[in-house]
């Protein structure tokens, strides 16, 4: 488990080499700006890990979708239909 730590913005040029310890523990940093939460810093493989969780996420959405409209072929364009409309944007 990882500890969070609660540092204010002027941290980040005043003292970054105590976060950048920090967060090469593994831990994260909420970075604040007059008492109000602002950002948060975590190691970078943590970030990666959390942006290919949020693109399998979406393409488990879209298949969804699109399973759901399968579901309904008189929604779907003929061959023909598809072909046609090509012809007119010419």
Excluded: C, Q
């Excluded at 523990?25 to 948060?40: C, P």
Aim: hydrophobic content about 35%; charged content about 30%.
């Amino acid at each position: 488990m990882f500890n969070t730590h609660v540092k204010a913005v002027r941290d980040l040029r005043n003292n970054y080499p105590e976060l950048a310890s920090i967060i090469k523990n593994r831990d994260h940093v909420i970075i604040t700006n007059n008492g109000k939460s602002e950002a948060v810093l975590i190691p970078y493989e943590e970030f990666s890990k959390y942006e290919e969780f949020l693109h399998i996420r979406y393409v488990k959405e879209k298949l969804a979708e699109a399973e759901k409209a399968a579901e309904n072929p008189g929604e779907w364009m003929s061959t023909e239909e598809l072909f046609n409309e090509w012809d007119s944007w010419e």
